[in-house]
């Protein structure tokens, strides 16, 4: 066994020790707004519900630590006093992933995340329509847990209104815990799935997914691909070359079949087939093709 105090190694050290150690850890996929009406969107796993009369829940944005800058979620927080909390789920889990990219200041996660925004009844950031839990809330008090890079910020959250999916309640009108189908955050890349076990989701690029937005329209309106697929292929750096696809094509024997069919859904079949193996140039090359 290893012991060391908190000041005998780095943030960066301590932050992994506490994040590997402490889960799964519930998911605040927290929407805002910005100064501007602009909305915000992004997801934290130090988040759980603290009481329920009044009903409060807390999550916290920590500072950076490479920097010790904040995230635009805290300071929308402390501009309107404002914030919707909605629940992660397994279909969903790519989509919040790719939304946690660090875009710029004004960027509307919800396209580059391929997410519907759904207005709310008391407060004015959007919903997640995907997620089968939303509360919208009103923020009460934020304390901030030191100055330094890796300092959390806890956001006191009271309840307004919850909005919930019909298709995750029982005979009896309670949440089914099977249906919900939670998911939670661990240590590195690794997630936990209600009565499933662990998986892993990539983290999104440190240069910057293009988003789901950035998609060819045949991607982004298939009937076939998922959500989850989606936010797979959207965090790349940069969609495939017409040259990468055709060379792409003219090496693989299987694609050109399928395109001689004619079939498109075939074509996209193939490409979920890539990314339940990680393969997402090959799968972009795929559903590029013509």
Request: net charge neutral; glycine share 8%; charged share 25%.
């Amino acid at each position: 066994m290893i012991s060391v105090t908190p000041d005998e190694v780095s943030t960066g050290r301590l932050h992994g020790y506490l994040l590997g150690a402490i889960g799964p850890r519930p998911i605040a996929f927290a929407s805002t707004v910005d100064e501007k009406g602009r909305p915000n969107l992004s997801p934290f796993s130090f988040f759980n519900v603290f009481g329920s009369k009044p009903p409060i829940l807390i999550f916290s944005p920590a500072r950076r630590v490479r920097d010790n800058t904040t995230k635009h979620t805290l300071q929308n927080v402390l501009l309107t006093k404002e914030v919707v909390i909605n629940i992660v789920n397994y279909n969903m889990v790519q989509q919040m992933s790719l939304s946690s990219t660090e875009y710029p200041k004004g960027e509307n996660e919800f396209k580059k995340a391929g997410l519907t925004m759904v207005r709310s009844d008391l407060v004015k950031p959007f919903r997640v329509g995907e997620s089968p839990v939303q509360f919208e809330c009103k923020v009460t008090k934020v304390e901030a847990l030191g100055k330094e890079g890796g300092a959390g910020n806890l956001i006191f959250s009271e309840v307004l209104k919850v909005h919930i999916d019909k298709a995750i309640l029982d005979e009896e009108g309670v949440i089914d815990q099977a249906k919900i189908d939670q998911v939670a955050r661990m240590g590195g890349n690794w997630y936990s799935r209600a009565n499933m076990g662990l998986f892993e989701v990539a983290k999104p690029l440190s240069t910057m997914g293009v988003g789901v937005d950035a998609l060819p329209s045949q991607i982004r309106l298939s009937k076939v691909l998922t959500g989850n697929d989606l936010g797979m292929l959207a965090n790349v750096e940069k969609i495939p070359s017409q040259k990468e696809v055709d060379e792409f094509i003219d090496s693989n024997i299987e694609i050109r079949s399928i395109i001689s069919g004619g079939e498109r859904k075939d074509l996209e079949v193939r490409a979920q087939e890539y990314l339940r193996n990680n393969d997402v140039q090959a799968a972009l090359k795929t559903l590029l093709a013509p």
